[in-house]
Nanobody, 117 residues
């Protein structure tokens, strides 16, 4: 059973930085991507960034140049470094793992990021 646990959210002033961490357990397979989604009140959940098994990354346009996704040394660990945060980045951030073999999605419980102006 794959389980994802996020940490690192919080309250920060505009222009500040936060680093989100996600650790997955139960990952007994090799081909998967990991990523971060976010959902603001009244909005749909959107992909923020993801990193594939080959190391390639994708970012939503609004965070390019400010956020960086990376994998940790431990399998199933992913980070999101968020710099130059803006109030519009305020949302619940969810860690995601997508398994290639059966297109199965796994989700963390979410961590709140609040950016004050």
């Amino acid at each position: 059973q794959v389980q994802l646990v996020e940490s690192g959210g919080g309250l920060v002033q505009a222009g500040g930085s936060l680093r989100l961490s996600c650790a997955a357990s139960g990952v007994f397979f090799s081909l998967f991507s990991m990523g971060w989604y976010r959902q603001a009140p009244g909005e749909q959940r959107e992909l923020v960034a993801n990193i594939n098994s080959d190391g390639s990354t994708n970012y939503v346009e609004s965070v390019k140049g400010r956020f960086t996704i990376s994998r940790g040394n431990t399998k199933g660990t992913v980070y999101l470094q968020m710099n130059s945060l803006k109030p519009e980045d305020t949302a619940v951030y969810y860690c995601n793992l997508w398994r290639y073999s059966d297109s199965r999605d796994y989700w963390g419980q979410g961590t709140q990021v609040t950016v004050s102006s």
